[in-house]
């Protein structure tokens, strides 16, 4: 008889004793941690503590000094920058404070962005951006520009725009630093549904207890080292 035991979830990202220079200041100092396959992990910390720096090693946007960053076992720091740019459009989201939108592209066309850079074909296209405009609540708004859309459908639009590729790791700084409290709510519940239904892991850099508590681990930072660490019981 077949086991009907839930096989544990994977070690999706692993980061080994990784270490970031800027001008002669050690902004990261060997910092190490794991993150399975759909978990949600919050990175915190006083500003200045590497947050945003750890960040960026982890999407292969700036590269450690020294240690290691594997993604899936491919280790980030063996690759050249086509190789990174690939990892970034095909298995890495990223959502921003400030949304980033495209400003010459409507809503949709900014969720599409990412599937037609991946070659996704058009009826495929128009299927995934309708199904995740629909579920971030702002479907009504598919044609509008982004000057046009509140800093709250802005985010939800970043928000569809980074899971449009199926990504397997969604890396987030600050997405609610930029919208009021009722807002921010709103898109910390969708950001927390939508791990979970899509199985996404989830690395979100917060200044904010009430982002973090969507997370089921903290990694407290200071001065570019990993201080602390504790359980969170988001579910």
């Known amino acids: 008889m077949k086991s ?3 096989t544990p979830p994977s070690t999706l990202l692993r980061a080994r004793q990784v270490g970031r220079t800027y001008a002669g200041r050690a902004v990261l100092r060997g910092v190490s941690f794991d993150l399975k396959a759909g978990e949600r992990l919050a990175l915190v910390g006083p500003s200045g503590s590497g947050k945003t720096t750890l960040l960026n090693c982890l999407g292969g946007v700036d590269r450690p000094d020294s240690g290691s960053i594997e993604l899936n076992g491919v280790a980030l720091e ?29 809503a949709a066309e900014n969720v599409e962005l990412p599937l037609q850079l991946n070659g996704v074909n058009s009826t495929e296209r128009v299927r995934r951006v309708q199904q995740l405009l629909d579920r971030v609540q702002v479907s009504h708004r598919a044609d509008a520009w982004p000057a046009q859309l509140s800093g709250g459908e802005m985010q939800r639009v970043a928000i569809a ?24 709510a709103n898109i ?6 939508l791990s ?20 089921h681990r903290e990694l407290e930072l200071r001065d570019g080292e990993v201080v602390g660490e504790r359980l969170l019981s988001a579910s």
């Open 4 to 6: 009907t035991t839930p």
């Open 188 to 193: 910390l519940r969708l950001l927390r549904e």
């Open 161 to 184: 725009r980074a899971l449009a590729h199926q990504p397997e790791l969604l890396l987030a700084d600050e997405p609610t630093g930029n919208l009021d409290s009722k807002n921010g």
């Open 78 to 106: 063996t690759l050249n920058g086509d190789q990174l740019a690939e990892v970034r459009r095909r298995r890495l989201g990223t959502i921003f404070q400030f949304f980033h939108l495209l400003p010459t592209l409507t």
């Open 196 to 215: 979970n239904e899509t199985g996404t892991a989830l690395v979100l850099v917060t200044h904010s207890p009430e982002a973090a508590a969507i997370c």
